[in-house]
């Protein structure tokens, strides 16, 4: 559930209507910068020298007392670049006041409809782009990544975008979000209609159910807004003109587009973002783009656009994308499988030429793919990801009917294989090695290393892994070292995809109780994670044919890690005895924490990290002291 008022506000600083009216000079009128629903002042606190938004809301509005509760209740449980950061408030003497980040370059809607020069934006197109790819990210962290569920912002106009020196955009204005639990067993909330007028997407407004996709709707108008410098609904048109979704009607995209540009933009870019832009306004909620596939979309416009591309076909795809892809001819030469995977994807190992010359390399086939355009936008995001523990995508190959992707290749194969797989008695290729011991000391090595790439995706990407699972973590030096594969960024379950082109990722023996209502989360990815630590622990796959009838890793491991007779009992027999029990339990309560029930209770992939760095930390003394004593 969403954090009470109460507990919210403990995260706030809380100020004093004293230093509220030092702050704003007693609500001069010569720091008034912008009036909505209340004044906002700008202000100096901490002796002058942070500069601050001090927004005043109107006493005489019966609406004042929920909006400012709602809005402390969403802005302390968030933090992220793209969202305008609450820093705190003041209750007294019948005020009720909010302080905010000061974002100094005036909002989105002045930018495209005040601001002008000769009557014109002077926005340019990779900067509307930069802009609406802000508020894209800012969208998708509060459907999929607030804590104990999402947030509907219900609001989403230009005028609640700020920009800041660097036109970095920013969302504000929550008073009229809500937050809905993991918890609720439906897939929408029934609620009265808000929301800006032309902005409400008429599903809402008509059936007056709340679901994830309402923000997209009102995204997709702002998308046509900023593309046609046209405002979401402009009294001073003609009559057929007055509403940008009626006028957009029927368009083609060089119609749409600001005259600003006289027509010097990339074909490409500009069809990629109207084609996102139009998909976002179905009427059907289920049948508009996940956020995911919206943001990575308007990237790939921004790539086109920097390259200058003019054209939409596959050949002339970007050329950071074109430098990336691989003949099919070529391919067709690898013939050296070494794997299987899921509904009948393949690994092939090949000796290839990468930009960084030639290498050992793991191919990826799949024969379900993505939409083209889908496929493209979650390359490009795959090949932006740079972090020592993520598999670096190299190359990839796009045909008809199957999708390959190129990975560094990970010479100790998975953390599965080294687990279940018994490599030992079989001739393996001389490309792979063979780790006939895995002691705890590499166990909890390999455990940290994922659980930071996973910290990468999640908190410096913002986005989900969506396939976590014990084959995605892949074994480098010798198991000395990790790096998780294989994301899935857009996801093709979305029902905007055709139906025989794909599928979620079939790891259903990782999924958190909550999938089938809620779908995927970054909680569900560290539900996912808490798995993987339990097959490190106790060596035994999810569903193992050696336990009890009925049950699977969960359900019998996790009663047992809460006593030390129980961790002992579930532990893998092949770590020997060998270890600081105390990073075991360490690492046994981190997992108990990842498999709670409620998403709400588990901790984030941080938190994980931290308390797996201090089991490290256990065992890197114990080994210390062992080397030490072996020394007398």
Same mark, same amino acid.
């Given at each position: 559930?969403?954090?009470?008022?109460?507990?919210?506000?403990?995260?706030c600083r809380t100020f004093?209507l004293?230093?509220?009216?030092?702050?704003?000079?007693?609500?001069s009128?010569e720091r008034?910068?912008g009036?909505?629903?209340g004044?906002?002042y700008r202000g100096?606190i901490d002796?002058?020298?942070?500069?601050?938004?001090v927004?005043r809301?109107d006493k005489?509005?019966?609406?004042t007392?929920?909006?400012?509760d709602?809005?402390i209740a969403a802005?302390?449980q968030i933090?992220?670049?793209?969202?305008?950061s609450?820093?705190?408030?003041c209750k007294?003497?019948?005020?009720?006041?909010?302080?905010?980040?000061?974002?100094?370059?005036h909002?989105?809607e002045?930018?495209?409809?005040?601001l002008?020069?000769?009557?014109r934006?002077e926005?340019s197109?990779n900067?509307?782009l930069?802009?609406?790819?802000?508020?894209a990210r800012g969208?998708y962290?509060l459907?999929?990544c607030v804590?104990?569920?999402?947030f509907?912002h219900r609001?989403?106009k230009s005028?609640?975008?700020l920009?800041?020196?660097n036109?970095?955009?920013?969302i504000?204005?929550?008073g009229?979000a809500?937050?809905?639990?993991?918890d609720?067993p439906h897939?929408h909330?029934?609620?009265a209609v808000?929301g800006?007028?032309?902005?409400?997407?008429?599903?809402y407004?008509?059936?007056?159910?709340?679901t994830r996709?309402?923000d997209?709707?009102?995204?997709?108008?702002?998308?046509?807004e900023?593309?046609?410098g046209?405002?979401?609904?402009?009294?001073?048109?003609?009559?057929?003109?007055?509403?940008l979704t009626?006028?957009?009607?029927?368009?083609?995209a060089?119609e749409?587009l600001d005259?600003v540009?006289?027509?010097?933009?990339?074909e490409?870019?500009?069809?990629?973002?109207?084609?996102?832009a139009?998909?976002?306004?179905?009427?059907?909620?289920k049948r508009r783009?996940?956020?995911?596939?919206v943001?990575?979309?308007?990237?790939?416009?921004?790539?086109a656009s920097q390259?200058?591309?003019v054209?939409e076909?596959?050949?002339?795809m970007?050329?950071l994308?074109a430098?990336l892809a691989i003949p099919?001819?070529?391919?067709?030469k690898?013939n050296?499988?070494?794997g299987?995977?899921?509904r009948?994807?393949?690994?092939y190992y090949?000796?290839?030429g990468t930009?960084?010359?030639?290498t050992?390399?793991?191919?990826?086939?799949?024969k379900c793919?993505?939409p083209q355009q889908?496929?493209?936008?979650?390359?490009?995001?795959?090949?932006?990801?740079n972090?020592e523990?993520?598999?670096?995508?190299?190359?990839?190959?796009m045909t008809?009917?199957m999708d390959y992707?190129v990975?560094?290749?990970?010479?100790?194969?998975?953390?599965?294989?080294?687990?279940?797989?018994?490599?030992e008695d079989?001739e393996?290729?001389?490309?792979l090695?063979?780790?006939?011991e895995?002691p705890?000391a590499k166990r909890?090595k390999i455990?940290?290393?994922?659980?930071?790439g996973?910290?990468?995706?999640?908190?410096?990407?913002a986005l989900i892994?969506?396939?976590?699972k014990?084959s995605?973590v892949l074994?480098f030096?010798g198991?000395s070292?990790?790096?998780?594969?294989?994301?899935h960024?857009?996801n093709?379950?979305s029902?905007n995809?055709p139906?025989i082109r794909?599928?979620?990722p079939p790891c259903e023996?990782?999924?958190?109780?909550?999938?089938?209502?809620?779908? @995927?989360s970054?909680g #569900?990815?560290? &539900?996912? /994670?808490?798995?993987v630590?339990l097959?490190?622990? *106790?060596?035994?796959?999810? +569903?193992?044919?050696?336990?009890?009838q009925?049950?699977?890793l969960?359900s019998w491991?996790?009663?047992?890690?809460?006593?030390?007779?129980?961790?002992?009992m579930?532990? @893998?027999h092949?770590v #020997?005895d060998? &270890?600081p /029990?105390?990073?075991?339990?360490k690492?046994?309560a *981190?997992?108990v924490l990842? +498999?709670?029930?409620e998403?709400?209770?588990?901790p984030?992939?941080?938190?994980v990290?931290?308390?797996l760095?201090?089991?490290?930390h256990?065992t890197?003394n114990y080994?210390?002291?062992?080397e030490?004593g072996?020394r007398l």
């Amino acid at each position: 559930m969403a954090a009470s008022s109460s507990s919210a506000k403990q995260r706030c600083r809380t100020f004093s209507l004293m230093e509220i009216k030092s702050a704003t000079n007693n609500f001069s009128g010569e720091r008034e910068i912008g009036e909505g629903f209340g004044k906002v002042y700008r202000g100096f606190i901490d002796k002058c020298k942070t500069m601050v938004a001090v927004k005043r809301l109107d006493k005489a509005s019966v609406e004042t007392p929920s909006r400012f509760d709602v809005e402390i209740a969403a802005l302390s449980q968030i933090r992220h670049r793209n969202i305008v950061s609450l820093i705190g408030y003041c209750k007294e003497s019948g005020e009720k006041i909010l302080v905010y980040e000061y974002i100094a370059n005036h909002t989105l809607e002045d930018h495209l409809h005040k601001l002008l020069k000769d009557g014109r934006s002077e926005l340019s197109w990779n900067e509307r782009l930069t802009i609406l790819i802000g508020v894209a990210r800012g969208l998708y962290y509060l459907q999929y990544c607030v804590p104990g569920g999402s947030f509907k912002h219900r609001d989403v106009k230009s005028s609640n975008i700020l920009l800041d020196d660097n036109f970095v955009a920013k969302i504000t204005d929550f008073g009229k979000a809500k937050h809905v639990s993991l918890d609720d067993p439906h897939n929408h909330v029934s609620t009265a209609v808000i929301g800006a007028f032309g902005y409400v997407n008429p599903y809402y407004y008509l059936f007056k159910r709340l679901t994830r996709d309402s923000d997209t709707y009102s995204f997709g108008l702002m998308v046509f807004e900023v593309l046609s410098g046209r405002r979401a609904v402009d009294g001073s048109r003609p009559k057929e003109e007055r509403f940008l979704t009626t006028w957009i009607f029927e368009k083609e995209a060089r119609e749409i587009l600001d005259p600003v540009f006289h027509g010097n933009v990339s074909e490409y870019s500009l069809e990629i973002c109207c084609n996102v832009a139009e998909r976002c306004l179905n009427y059907l909620p289920k049948r508009r783009p996940e956020m995911s596939e919206v943001l990575a979309q308007l990237e790939l416009a921004l790539l086109a656009s920097q390259n200058g591309l003019v054209s939409e076909k596959i050949v002339n795809m970007p050329p950071l994308i074109a430098d990336l892809a691989i003949p099919l001819a070529e391919l067709e030469k690898v013939n050296d499988s070494f794997g299987c995977g899921t509904r009948g994807s393949t690994v092939y190992y090949a000796h290839y030429g990468t930009r960084q010359g030639p290498t050992h390399v793991a191919i990826k086939q799949y024969k379900c793919q993505l939409p083209q355009q889908a496929f493209l936008a979650q390359v490009l995001t795959l090949s932006k990801l740079n972090h020592e523990n993520v598999a670096k995508l190299h190359r990839f190959c796009m045909t008809r009917d199957m999708d390959y992707y190129v990975y560094e290749f990970a010479s100790g194969r998975s953390l599965h294989d080294i687990l279940h797989e018994e490599l030992e008695d079989v001739e393996q290729p001389p490309y792979l090695e063979i780790i006939p011991e895995f002691p705890w000391a590499k166990r909890i090595k390999i455990a940290v290393e994922a659980a930071k790439g996973l910290c990468y995706i999640h908190d410096e990407k913002a986005l989900i892994h969506r396939n976590i699972k014990s084959s995605n973590v892949l074994i480098f030096n010798g198991g000395s070292s990790a790096k998780i594969t294989d994301l899935h960024i857009c996801n093709p379950c979305s029902c905007n995809f055709p139906p025989i082109r794909g599928g979620r990722p079939p790891c259903e023996l990782y999924h958190p109780p909550e999938y089938s209502k809620d779908g @995927d989360s970054q909680g #569900g990815d560290v &539900y996912s /994670f808490g798995i993987v630590l339990l097959e490190l622990l *106790t060596g035994k796959k999810p +569903l193992d044919p050696t336990l009890p009838q009925g049950m699977n890793l969960v359900s019998w491991a996790t009663p047992q890690l809460t006593n030390d007779e129980g961790i002992r009992m579930v532990m @893998d027999h092949r770590v #020997g005895d060998d &270890y600081p /029990f105390v990073a075991v339990k360490k690492m046994a309560a *981190t997992v108990v924490l990842c +498999l709670a029930n409620e998403p709400i209770l588990r901790p984030t992939m941080n938190e994980v990290l931290i308390d797996l760095q201090e089991a490290l930390h256990e065992t890197q003394n114990y080994c210390r002291n062992l080397e030490q004593g072996a020394r007398l």
